[in-house]
């Protein structure tokens, strides 16, 4: 059974900042997705076991993950954030070794969820 305890959600005016933490109870691949009222559940990015990171086109750019390994910690820096950014935000943990996915499907565990609120 894997834990993850995220962190970080809040409330920003578009231009703005937030950082997003996950932290786990050890090293895997990882990934961000987010879903809005009344929408799918989507890829934002991800991180592989060798720290490969992976990113949506529409976040590209802006977004930046990252990860601690010493203390399993995946971190989303979310700047330039607009207000079609704002959504639940959910860190997820794939325990296949047959590499990166995009695809929320191929997810094992999920994180509570942290609101995301950009104001324009």
């Known amino acids: 059974q894997v834990q993850l305890v995220e962190s970080g959600g809040g409330l920003v005016q578009a231009g703005g900042s937030l950082r997003l933490s996950c932290a786990a109870s050890?090293?895997?691949?990882m990934g961000w997705f987010r879903q809005a009222p009344g929408k799918e559940r989507e890829f934002v990015g991800g991180?592989?076991?060798?720290?490969?990171?992976y990113y949506a086109d529409s976040v590209q750019g802006r977004f930046t993950i990252s990860r601690d390994n010493a203390k399993n910690t995946m971190y989303l820096q979310m700047n330039s954030l607009k207000p079609e950014d704002t959504a639940v935000y959910y860190c997820?943990?794939?325990?296949?070794?047959?590499?990166?996915?995009?695809?929320?499907?191929?997810?094992?565990?999920w994180g509570q969820g942290t609101q995301v609120t950009v104001s324009s």
């Open positions: 997820a943990v794939r325990i296949s070794r047959l590499g990166f996915s995009r695809l929320a499907s191929e997810y094992d565990y």
């Open positions: 050890g090293r895997y691949i």
């Open positions: 991180i592989s076991r060798s720290s490969m990171t």
